[in-house]
Nanobody
Framework: VRLSETGGGLVQAGDSLTLSCAAS????????MGWYRQTPGKQREFVAS????????YYADSVKGRSTISRDNSKNTIFLQIKDLNPEDTAAYYC??????????????????WGQGTQVTVSS
């Protein structure tokens, strides 16, 4: 599965930004797509995710209330809008996909994939 991320860049504090992540079509059955972020010297942290089956969403406390994650299943694409950005949101944002293949009709070979990352820089 190849992931293509777009939407990063340099923005001002208070601005909004929308990131997108498109997963290549394959036999791999995607169950969850989401975003993580990482700053130098720190561990990668969860930001938001959405399930493929029923679009259940999850958000980190740091972005809850000012972020919306959505999906277009027909295009294997997710979108993350973050409003009211602040300098603490500065990070490399990585798309993440979790899922499985099918073995004789049953889920097997559970895996996850990562995108190459897109940089978001928020200036004060």
């Amino acid at each position: 599965v190849r992931l293509s991320e777009t939407g990063g860049g340099l923005v001002q504090a208070g601005d909004s930004l929308t990131l997108s992540c498109a997963a290549s079509k394959s036999a791999f059955r995607i169950t969850v797509m989401g975003w993580y972020r990482q700053t130098p010297g720190k561990q990668r942290e969860f930001v938001a995710s959405i399930t493929s089956s029923d679009a259940t969403t999850y958000y980190a406390d740091s972005v809850k209330g000012r972020s919306t994650i959505s999906r277009d299943n027909s295009k294997n694409t997710i979108f993350l809008q973050i409003k009211d950005l602040n300098p603490e949101d500065t990070a490399a944002y990585y798309c993440n996909v979790k899922g499985h293949n099918l073995c004789e009709g049953y889920p097997c070979d559970f895996k996850e994939y990562w995108g190459q990352g897109t940089q978001v820089t928020v200036s004060s």
